[in-house]
């Protein structure tokens, strides 16, 4: 037994399994208890198939027998549902194109086959047969009148009262060829549907049409579909006796309030293939559509009105199609005949309960529900080339042990566990001992602490992306700082193992590794920039844009990291920058002086570009300078006292 679960709903299959030939021989019956499917097999009731399809399948009124019929040869079995078996089966002169039962039990029966014969059919066998004029298309038998009637290829439908035996006038159709008919349970009205999409709507007491509806002038998503005209294959009448459903040739199901042209509703089947039945599962408010591929269950109230609950695909094409009742209504067994041999059963649980003749299958559902499928390869590890000579197993290469595949190679799992253990006789300690280890790791996240803002595995890795991605980390930023919420999200958690494995560290030192990131040299291991010799005596800014650290910024463009300089830089005083200046100046033509009142002030001196003279001494320079003497030169004071240094 299968199941399938689509929207949340499961649907157990109970025709998957394998079924035992009654002429098996007792070997093989013995050798079958060996096979996984054959022993999860359900046979919910024994031979229930036909010799190569089935056509119609019907259930008597009383709920104790289901009737099958099927080609080939035509026959017809009829099973007991509390016996889950066969009562009969009676073989047919050709193929059954409908079938009614006239009793409440199995008791009369009549057929229409495709010579244009009703076979009428008694508890002991055929009872009598009768051609109709033209080849037959649909059965329908009138409880009221005891009225048979019969619609054909032709405008007519023909009328046969079994209580007098006799034919009675025809209706005739406005249209040729009625494929459908159906009566209302409720005021016993007729619905003939058939080709280019009309219905039409007689009162069997007047014997004369009503009304008509016209399937193809329907919308259909907002659209008048009157250019595409497709035959109706179903008409079905609901228990209320106000709901219409009409089934299309191509793939449409139109449900209509009789008071109203407008369809209420449209259901639309994508395969696009012909409406077999239509059913209404009044007692789970769901209506139960199919066609030859599929069968859908959808809601019919409002406000979910067409949501599909459930699709069941068959696994081959379906010609009828039965949900089974019982004296309490109706179950969520549903029944497909079809062409294969076996009849299609299914049971929805959601849809409804279990009949009452078979309510173990509320039980077994669960306990039989088979699961997947053993893998092929699942009792073999594969192995490269590596992990071979790590575990000390090149001496089994060349032999049945190590079977070559791909890359790699395969070897039954109880012998890798084997030479492991030999190999790595401590792993399981070590295995024991980081696993505790991540526990009490995973404790001390509750408590407390100190937020880690790399990761211990590849931190340089992981601040690059931070950096990449806009986060900039500096030390003096307080551990809860918005920003380092922001550096763990930056992470991807679909990575997050590059980050706490070990064996995923990377190796630095490789030449791989060098060649891929050739402006690491400038950058030692914890993200901080290596100083060259000499450069200690260089202010901030000197150091920001001096070798290595000038192309790191060009290609890097940090700007965070040029606004922390100049921020920086603005909080020493002008006269602090000054006197290092000159400490670390040889040759300087800035004097430095201090005077009362006016703090310290700096004098710039201007050559003119005609001199070529050389400045000996002090006294000189004013003798040398000419018109840009003393005009020339200005004081810039600080903040204490410019304004003196003016006066």
């Known amino acids: 037994m299968k199941a399938a679960t689509f929207n949340g709903c499961k649907v157990y299959n109970l025709s998957s399994g394998k079924t035992m030939p009654d002429w098996l021989s007792n070997a093989k019956k013995r050798a079958l208890a060996k096979d996984e499917e054959y022993r999860k097999r359900l046979e919910l009731i024994q031979d229930f198939e036909m010799s190569t399809s089935s056509q119609c399948i019907r259930m008597t009124k009383d709920g104790e027998h289901i009737i099958v019929t099927g080609t080939y040869p035509p026959l017809v079995r009829c099973y007991t549902t509390s016996d889950m078996a066969m009562k009969f089966q009676r073989g047919m002169t050709c193929d059954i194109i409908a079938m009614e039962t006239l009793s409440d039990d199995f008791g009369k029966l009549v057929f229409l086959q495709s010579d244009r014969t009703l076979n009428f059919h008694a508890p002991y066998g055929t009872h009598y047969s009768v051609r109709v004029p033209k080849f037959g298309r649909d059965l329908l038998y009138n409880w009221n009148n005891c009225d048979l009637l019969v619609s054909a290829s032709g405008d007519e439908i023909y009328r046969l009262n079994l209580e007098y035996g006799q034919f009675k006038e025809p209706f005739n159709l406005s249209f040729s060829g009625c494929n459908k008919m159906h009566q209302n349970p409720m005021h016993q009205l007729l619905a003939f549907g058939g080709t280019g999409g009309v219905c039409e709507f007689w009162d069997p007491r007047t014997r004369k049409a009503v009304s008509r509806i016209t399937a193809s002038e329907a919308p259909v998503g907002g659209v008048t579909s009157s250019s595409t005209v497709a035959d109706i294959t179903e008409v079905k009448f609901d228990s209320d006796g106000l709901t219409l459903g009409l089934g299309t040739a191509d793939g449409k199901c139109l449900f209509y309030d009789i008071r109203s042209q407008k369809p209420v509703h449209v259901k639309e089947h994508q395969y696009g293939l012909p409406i077999v039945n239509i059913t209404y599962h009044n007692a789970s408010r769901h209506i139960i559509t199919t066609d030859k591929k599929l069968v859908k269950i959808w809601e019919r109230d409002e406000p979910n009105m067409g949501k599909i609950m459930t699709n069941i695909e068959a696994p081959a094409d379906i010609n009828d199609m039965l949900v089974v009742s019982d004296q309490r209504g109706q179950s969520g067994l549903i029944m497909m005949a079809g062409e294969q041999s076996r009849v299609m059963t299914y049971f929805v649980p959601q849809l409804g309960p279990a009949p009452r003749w078979c309510s173990f299958l509320e039980s077994l559902t669960e306990e039989l529900e088979e699961t997947a499928g053993q893998n092929a390869f699942e009792d073999f ?50 295995h024991r001992k980081k696993k505790i280890q991540d526990k009490i790791d995973a404790k001390r996240q509750s408590r407390i602490a100190a937020v880690k803002r790399l990761p211990k595995v590849n931190s340089a890795l992981a601040q690059k992306m931070m950096k990449r991605d806009g986060a900039v980390l500096r030390d003096d930023e307080p551990e809860d700082a918005p920003n380092n919420k922001k550096n763990e999200a930056m992470i991807d958690p679909r990575f997050a193992k590059l980050f706490e494995k070990e064996e995923f560290q990377q190796d630095e030192d490789a030449e791989d590794f060098k060649l891929r990131n050739p402006t690491r040299s400038s950058v030692d291991r914890n993200g901080k920039r290596r100083r060259r010799d000499g450069d200690d005596s260089e202010d901030d800014m000197g150091d920001l844009y001096s070798g290595a650290n000038t192309a790191e910024l060009l290609y890097a463009r940090d700007d965070d990291a040029r606004k922390a300089q100049r921020v ?65 030169s200005s004081r810039i004071a600080s903040d204490g006292g410019m304004d003196g240094g003016r006066s």
């Open 381 to 430: 590890k594969f192995l490269t080339m590596k992990e071979v000579e790590e575990i000390g197993a090149t001496g089994l290469l060349g032999t049945p042990m190590l079977k070559g595949y791909m890359h790699g190679f395969f070897m039954e799992m109880k012998l890798y566990s084997k030479l492991r253990a030999v190999s790595k006789p401590f792993e399981y300690e070590e």
């Open 568 to 632: 920086e830089k603005s909080t020493v005083a002008l006269a602090d920058r000054m006197r290092k200046k000159a400490e670390s100046s040889d040759n300087t033509r800035t004097k430095l002086v201090k005077t009362a009142g006016e703090g310290l002030v700096r004098e710039i001196s201007y050559m003119p570009r005609g001199d070529k003279g050389t400045v000996k001494s002090d006294g000189d320079k004013s003798e040398r300078r000419g018109k840009g003497g003393k005009n020339s």
